[in-house]
């Protein structure tokens, strides 16, 4: 640190700078293996990153709990003032962080009417928006259960009662980033509250925006699912995740609900309760639209969900209903990523094995399907991408003998 007006070099005390950041801390905090860092580090390095090991000793950081040095930090402050001439400024007093007990305190007073709801939820989004700490706090309070509370409630009553309050818990509930072990908890909840249920009517009736989080919850809640509640998930589920996909309310809430069908459609007779529920469709026509296939990640995904619907003998047959279907997947290949071009060959493989007939043999070559996958086998391409592209040649090569594209070893190989 150089000093202000004498210019000149300051040596820090090496005790005063954070193992993480390197910098002077503002608010030493000692973890559970004895090693004092800046508050705001740390917090970033166990929370955002997930890790839980101290980055000093590498050992387990047991306790979450982050102890104040005040005795450091008062040693840092009195070094900060007596080289005040150098230009360096004091450090304030950071602001104690808040307890659970208050925290479960006011959860308590908001029983007694909605407007304490109101209040509390108010106070909530105050506390969660101060730092990361607070956010744990307020898990370890049991606040995603009260949120995720007020949200059942209300949807078991219809959205009558509540209203605004259950917009508002949603935001928070999705904001506050609750841990893998929370949101195993609320869908497992022992009071009867079927968090799932409660989302899904949410994304059928709630406003535009508690239908987006409704999805982005739900999305994350089904990620630590385990494959029975997958398996039993009932067919309004897929209803609405498809019309969250048909009414395109927002890109995350796009990007959710294709996560969720990738999660779920593998799993018991989903692929069954996600065509009966019309998803084949949405997402072809999703396909088609350009503002969805300019994020990369989109159209994987979709393309990931067709192929698993593919799979079956109904998402075959829904496919082929669509008119377009054929010409988008294929245009896909080879302009998207390697991912999509080995998921879009697998889809052309499933209906060309199945689903052959003169008709739709004759309209894979016009659309370009055969030149498309002579080009598979030609470029630089994943080998599995390119098996089952020399697969589906090989199949047909007697139908597509005179497309000028086809290799002749494959002409060869299946004469007239």
């Known amino acids: 640190m150089s000093g202000g007006s004498m210019d000149e070099e300051i040596e820090i005390p090496p005790f005063f700078l954070c193992p993480i950041s390197l910098e002077i801390m503002k608010d030493p905090v000692i973890v559970s293996t004895g090693i004092t860092y800046d508050r705001d580090s740390i917090e970033k390095w166990l ?6 090991s101290c980055p000093v000793t590498k050992q387990d950081i047991t306790d979450a709990d982050l102890t104040p040095n005040h005795t450091l930090r008062r040693l840092i402050q009195s ?6 001439s150098y230009g360096v400024e004091r450090i304030p007093t950071p602001r104690p962080p808040i307890c659970k007990a208050e925290i479960e305190k006011l959860i308590r007073d908001s029983a007694s009417s909605h407007q304490n709801q109101a209040k509390c939820l108010k106070r909530l989004r105050q506390i969660m928006s101060e730092n990361a700490t607070n956010k744990r706090c307020l898990e370890a309070a049991g606040v995603p259960e009260f949120l995720a509370n007020i949200v059942s409630n209300d949807s078991e009553n219809g959205f009558q009662s ?9 935001n928070l509930l999705y904001h506050l980033e609750t841990s893998e072990t929370v949101l195993k908890n609320l869908l497992n909840n022992k009071k009867g509250n079927d968090i799932v249920k409660s989302l899904t009517k949410i ?10 989080y409704a999805t982005l919850l739900l999305k994350n809640i089904l990620e630590v699912a385990d494959p029975m509640q997958i398996m039993t998930l009932k067919p309004e589920v897929f209803t609405e995740v498809v019309e969250i996909l048909d009414d395109r309310i927002s890109r995350k809430a796009t990007k959710a609900a294709m996560h969720i069908l990738v999660n779920i459609c593998p799993w018991g007779r989903n692929r069954h309760k996600a065509v009966e529920a019309g998803v084949i469709s949405v997402i072809i026509e999703l396909l088609m639209d350009e503002s969805f296939s300019s994020d990369r990640r989109g159209p994987e995904m979709a393309m990931v969900v067709l192929d698993l619907l ?9 496919f082929l209903k669509h008119g377009a279907a054929i010409a988008v997947v294929c245009k896909k290949i080879l302009r998207v990523s390697q991912t999509a071009s080995d998921r879009a060959v697998r889809v052309l493989l499933s209906v060309g094995k199945f689903c052959a007939t003169p008709a739709l043999l004759n309209e894979m070559l016009q659309l370009g399907v055969v030149a498309k996958l002579c080009l598979v086998l030609q470029v630089s391409c994943g080998g599995k991408t390119k098996e089952k592209a020399k697969e589906l040649l090989k199949l047909h090569a007697r139908v ?17």
């Not at 070094?79 to 005040?84: D, S």
């Not at 994304?203 to 987006?212: K, L, N």
């Not at 593919?310 to 829904?318: L, Y």
């Not at 597509?400 to 007239?416: E, F, Q, R, T």
Request: net charge positive.
């Open 47 to 52: 929370f955002s990153g997930k890790k839980n």
């Open 79 to 84: 070094w900060c003032t007596l080289n005040a």
């Open 162 to 170: 509540l209203g605004s309050l259950t917009d508002e818990s949603l």
């Open 203 to 212: 994304m059928q009736r709630g406003i535009y925006e508690s239908r987006a």
């Open 310 to 318: 593919c799979q079956c003998a109904e998402g075959r047959a829904e």
């Open 400 to 416: 597509w003998k005179d497309s000028p594209c086809l290799p002749k070893n494959m002409v060869l190989a299946y004469p007239c």
